[in-house]
């Protein structure tokens, strides 16, 4: 598939570029300063743009097969960025008729687990309370994917760890997998580029966790 990565020098965004390489994927990479992206590989075009202008950001869309974000709010000073530059993205991606829209939201979010312990309510309870306006922001980009015409997909994961691809996460479409509280970036990674081909996910908010 044809494949561009959005915010592909975070995380989440390397560990897209890096396994959609591995599995014969092109990939065009969407950043700001190529000289934060440490993948290399047959098949990466690096495409260099700030993602303020839909149509600056046109050429790294058009003609491919699928879209995945990993863009958001790496502190509280970022709130706001996630619905920003996404509506970059929506602008530009309704121009160019490309449809599959893959982005990462956050647990809280969404709904809890539905067997969720009074300590996991508690918990979620406390983490909205400090990130509220990091919250606020990913629930506003939620928003402008749910009132677009891309066949979106909002990815959920909880608390984030830099540990290598297991492979072994749950999902659950619309909800939340009981007592799920970290993943790896590259399971999130490797969970978004299953979800490409997967219609159950379309327009859903999906938790992911182990």
């Known amino acids: 598939m044809k494949l561009t990565v959005l915010g592909a020098t975070g995380g989440i965004g390397q560990e897209i570029v890096r396994q959609a390489l591995g599995v014969g994927h092109q990939v065009t990479a969407v950043v700001r300063d190529p000289a934060r992206l440490t993948v290399t590989g047959a098949g990466l075009e690096v495409f260099r743009a700030d993602l303020t202008d839909p149509k600056a950001l046109r050429p790294a ?45 956050a647990s809280p979010v969404g709904p809890g687990a539905a067997d969720d312990t009074r300590v996991d309510r508690a918990m979620r309870r406390l983490i909205s309370s400090i990130l509220k306006d990091v919250y606020a922001d990913l629930r506003e980009m939620e ?49 978004m580029l299953a979800m490409i081909d997967d219609p159950a996910t379309v327009k859903q908010g999906v938790g992911v966790a182990y």
């Open 61 to 105: 869309v058009a003609g491919r097969d699928a879209v995945l974000s990993g863009l958001g709010a790496r502190s509280r000073k970022d709130a706001g960025v996630a619905a920003r530059l996404t509506r970059t993205v929506l602008g530009a991606l309704e121009a160019e008729q490309v449809r599959r829209l893959l982005v990462v939201s």
């Open 143 to 191: 928003g402008e994917l749910a009132a677009s015409a891309t066949d979106w997909t909002v990815v959920r994961p909880p608390r984030l760890q830099n540990k290598p691809l297991t492979g072994s996460y749950r999902t659950v479409v619309g909800g939340f997998p009981p007592k799920g509280r970290f993943i790896a970036r590259a399971d999130v990674a490797h969970a």
